[in-house]
């Protein structure tokens, strides 16, 4: 019933050479009270020029996975276990210095909040150019030239004058486009976003994602795009995998995740967006709260929110049952769920 | 900018102009009266207005503080009652003694720290924190007289390799960093000094770095795959303000002339004369000396402010 614990890219971009591929991640934070969890057996696959959405509830682990994937977590103060293979280079045990040459060249990350993210007392150009002279060896000169470039690219009026701006000097929408600018610094194959437009107003959040879709399809880059807006991951995703307490709970085509949903976590999700509430509005209109952590049951962690829930499921975590070409689910229930209403009628019952 | 710093300047006048009544009015708080030390036993009713007159401390208050401020103003404090010589003459001649230690002691301390203090940062909690703390705690717990006479004892008296005491042949005049003959005597002294600022300066730059380190952009200038000597060029760059104000303050303390290391070193700066001053009630010396200090560390802050809004871009400059 449950398919092994090693889950291949979609086959059919196999061939094609995946750009990533997770498998059984684990992140454990160590403080001196002991060891928390804050992301648990995930795995999932990226082909070149693809687009994943990791969806969640806050706290479910999905900035933790992508530090974890450029090894961005504090070191000594952190574990993490696993594999993640980019471009069929294992990243978890590559030295100090190819994986500097990795990071900022061939992954790039935008983070959440272009207000802290970005050094203040440095201009934007410098912090662009520091990024091209480290990868690229140009001189100040033609790094500065490169930096006008992106933020061209990225559409920031008057760029020669911003590039001698101060980050504060800047406003919110323009800040975080120069943080995509940075990213971008050295045309990435790979882009890790951290909801980027979360910490935006609205109209600029629609930009923002225009813009990123955009360049995303321009450059080619495959891109994984964490957020809890719903309405984003429907437009931008092929793949989405939906996390609950630091565990992917249901990973598939953005179809089958969006419109055929299996597991009650993110049907209920589903359910909480569709019925009318606004977009930007957090995934929490499920009953019960997340699980803490430190204290995780041992059963299923969603079982005490969970309408479908068993004995079975208070008593043991389920392991992941193969769904679709190359998702999974990670529920006892999924056969007995299964096939799902259609969207809409299993939107009103849950 | 140009405006900013004749703005920065004009606010500094009222400042300057309070700390001259406070220097003047030093004749009124001390006990006793200047004229006492001047006059012999022996002298009659009239000898003592005389002198009264001769000084000025016959009129009213007010009318005395302006007539030292107009003389103060065109570089005149007064003749020393002790030596009879100018008490500007006095004053810059000590000040230039103690600025020559205090500035090498201050640099000294501050690149010494930046090393320590950083170091410590990147390693909280491991060995080289440890040390670097016990440094910067014993710099400003041990009594820095009692430093000077064991150092003097290890490397005037066991060793002998630099003198215990004194300015050398030439005295002031003459005086250079870069002619050993002359800055052996001023070694013991100076490294005696920047003990403390380097105990302070240590610690505030362990904790400003450190505390750049937990910031977002430091995640980011490691996802954007730089070394760690540009992290350490970003965290120094942003903690750079806070170490400065530090610093001149300290700066500023140094000038005073530590009276107890200039004692033990018998080197002859601001804090030697101001403790002569007080023994012989010697007022014009110490009034002089005290203007001098005080609007010294006016200017260090004013040099401080302005620095840190060269520095830092988000100080607005208006
Ligand atoms: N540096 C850290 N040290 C300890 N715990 C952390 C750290 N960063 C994140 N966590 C914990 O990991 C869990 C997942 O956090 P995160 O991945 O940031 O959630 P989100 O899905 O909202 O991005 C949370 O419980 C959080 O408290
Ligand atoms: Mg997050």
Redesign the pocket.
């Known amino acids: 019933m449950t398919a092994p614990s090693k889950i291949v890219a979609d086959p059919s971009q196999a061939a094609a050479a995946p750009l990533l591929e997770v498998e059984n991640l684990h ?1 454990d ?1 160590i ?1 001196r009270a002991g060891r ?1 969890p ?2 648990r057996d995930v795995s999932f696959g990226l082909a070149p020029g693809e687009v994943l959405c990791i969806l ?12 974890a994937l450029m090894r961005l ?2 070191q000594g ?2 574990e993490i276990r696993g594999q993640v293979r980019f471009q069929g280079e294992d990243v978890l045990k590559m030295p100090r210095r190819a994986l500097n040459m990795l990071r900022g060249a061939r992954i790039s990350m935008i983070f959440q909040e272009p207000m802290t993210a970005l050094d203040p007392v440095f201009t934007i150009g410098d912090q662009i150019a520091e990024t091209v002279i480290r990868h690229t060896g140009a001189s100040r000169e033609k790094a500065m030239a490169r930096a006008l470039e992106l933020l061209e690219l990225v559409r920031i009026p008057s760029a020669e004058r911003r590039l001698k701006a101060y980050p504060h000097e800047l406003s919110g929408g323009l800040r975080q486009r120069a943080m995509i600018a940075v990213s971008l610094s050295c045309y990435p194959q790979l882009l890790l976003a ?2 980027p437009t979360t910490a935006l107003d609205a109209t600029v959040q629609i930009q923002i994602l225009i813009l990123l879709k955009q360049l995303q399809q321009d450059l080619g880059m495959g891109t994984i795009f ?1 957020t ?1 807006d719903l309405g984003v991951a429907a437009q931008i995703a092929d793949k989405i995998a939906v ?1 609950y307490a ?1 565990r992917v709970v249901e990973y598939g085509s953005a179809e089958e995740v969006l419109l055929n949903p299996s597991h009650p976590y993110a049907r209920g999700m589903l359910a909480s967006t569709v019925s009318g509430q606004p977009r930007d509005r957090d995934i929490a209109a499920i009953p019960g709260s997340p699980p803490d ?1 430190r204290n995780l049951p041992a059963g299923c962690a969603f079982a005490p929110r969970c309408a479908f829930a068993t004995d079975l499921c208070h008593r043991s975590e389920p392991g992941l049952t193969q769904r679709g070409a190359f998702g999974h689910v990670s529920c006892h229930h999924v056969h007995r769920l299964d096939p799902p209403a259609p969207a809409g009628a299993s939107v009103t019952t849950l | 900018m140009w405006l900013y710093i004749a703005k920065r300047v004009l606010y500094a006048i009222p400042i300057a102009l309070g700390v001259s009544i406070i220097c003047f009015s030093l004749v009124y708080l001390a006990p006793g009266d200047p004229i006492q030390s001047l006059i012999p036993p022996d002298a009659s009713d009239e000898d003592i207005a005389a002198i009264r007159r001769l000084y000025g401390f016959d009129k009213p208050v007010v009318f005395q503080y302006f007539d030292w401020l107009a003389r103060a103003v065109t570089g005149d404090l007064g003749t020393s009652l002790q030596s009879n010589r100018p008490v500007l003459n006095e004053v810059t001649r000590a000040f230039g003694n103690t600025l020559m230690i205090a500035v090498a002691a201050v640099i000294v301390a501050f690149v010494l720290a930046t090393i320590f203090g950083t170091l410590a940062a990147f390693n909280l909690g491991k060995p080289v924190d440890k040390v670097a703390t016990s440094i910067s705690t014993l710099g400003v717990s041990i009594p820095n007289y009692w430093m000077g006479i064991v150092l003097v004892i290890l490397f005037s008296v066991q060793w002998r390799l630099l003198p215990a005491t004194g300015m050398g042949g030439d005295g002031s005049d003459g005086f250079s960093w870069f002619e050993w003959d002359q800055a052996r005597y001023a070694i013991l002294p100076m490294v005696t000094m920047a003990m403390i600022p380097l105990g302070v300066v240590t610690r505030s730059t362990r904790s400003a770095v450190a505390d750049t380190l937990s910031q977002d952009y430091v995640q980011l200038l490691r996802a954007k795959g730089l070394g760690e000597g540009r992290v350490v060029l970003h965290a120094l760059r942003n903690a750079l303000p806070q170490m400065l104000a530090v610093m001149g303050l300290q700066l500023g303390y140094l000038i005073g002339g530590s009276i107890l290391i200039e004692t033990v070193f018998n080197w002859p700066g601001t804090g030697l004369v101001m403790s002569r001053a007080i023994l012989t009630r010697d007022i014009p010396l110490l009034q002089g000396t005290i203007l001098i200090l005080a609007l010294s560390f006016v200017a260090i802050n004013l040099i401080v402010d302005l620095l840190q809004t060269l520095v830092d871009p988000r100080i607005k400059r208006s």
């Open positions: 992140v934070f403080s928390t804050a992301v969640g509830e806050s706290g479910s682990g999905k900035s933790v996975t992508l530090r977590l504090p103060r952190s951290d909801e964490v809890h996390m630091g952590m």
